[in-house]
């Protein structure tokens, strides 16, 4: 399909463990946003790119947190010594448009990160 | 502290009931309103949204939303929930030209 794909699916991790998650958007979008999502509660903003362009990096939780969209196509979100509060889903979305308010706003399915 | 409050954590129905989901914000100025559903193991889609105009607004499958600005809420409706709207349904609002601020979420259960 044409979504936006996100892996992997699942990722489990020991606590202090680097790991990377990746989003491919949908080919020709230009905005990428990263949310998390903790159990039982709703996405949490984290970053926002305009092509390779990081615009909004506001949401990050810390310095652990990093995020790159290099080519202005696949983004990768980066969690360095993870911690055990690190667990969350997280959404990766695109848009064709630029800005943060968009009603064309295409979800990926999200990775399911545990951090042991 | 600027939030997005969805009253309700778990609603059950039987099919054919009247649906009502609360979703009150707490931001100023100028907002645009979205309600987003997460049907079982699907990504979130897009159910309807606000930017302005008619407060009574009309997604896909037969629901729709009312902004009430006085009241700051934007609160989702059905007359007749089917089984198929078993899902979970996000509230979110983004104010003044920020990013997107989603509330907890509310599960609906339609048994039927």
């Known amino acids: 399909g044409a979504g936006v794909s996100q892996s992997p699916r699942y990722k489990v991790a020991k606590r202090g463990q680097d790991v990377a998650l990746r989003c491919d958007p949908i080919?020709?979008?230009?905005?990428l946003f990263w949310y998390q999502q903790a159990l039982g509660q709703g996405p949490e903003f984290l970053t926002y790119?305009?092509?390779?362009?990081?615009?909004?990096k506001s949401g990050l939780p810390s310095d652990r947190f990093f995020a790159e969209r290099p080519e202005g196509s696949v983004s990768t979100l980066k969690i360095q010594r993870t911690q055990q509060e690190d667990s969350a889903v997280y959404l990766c979305?695109?848009?064709?448009?630029?800005?943060?308010?968009?009603?064309?706003?295409?979800f990926g399915d999200g990775t399911r990160l545990s951090i042991l | 502290a600027q939030s997005v409050s969805q009253h309700n954590h778990h609603v059950i129905l039987s099919e054919a009931a009247s649906l009502e989901l609360g979703c009150n914000y707490s931001?100023?100025?100028?907002?645009?309103l979205f309600w987003y559903v997460q049907y079982p193991g699907q990504h979130l889609q897009l159910l309807l949204k606000y930017f302005s105009g008619d407060p009574l607004v009309k997604g896909i499958k037969g629901f729709e939303a009312e902004f009430i600005k006085s009241k700051f809420s934007f609160n989702l409706r059905k007359p007749s929930v089917q089984w198929s709207d078993t899902a979970e349904y996000f509230c979110?609002?983004?104010?003044?030209?920020?990013?997107?601020?989603f509330g907890a979420g509310t599960r609906l259960t339609v048994k039927p």
């Open positions: 790119f305009q092509n390779e362009a990081q615009l909004d």
């Open positions: 080919s020709g979008h230009v905005s």
């Open positions: 979305a695109s848009s064709p448009a630029t800005g943060t308010i968009s009603t064309r706003m295409h």
């Open positions: 979110a609002v983004n104010a003044n030209n920020n990013d997107m601020r």
């Open positions: 931001y100023g100025g100028t907002v645009n």
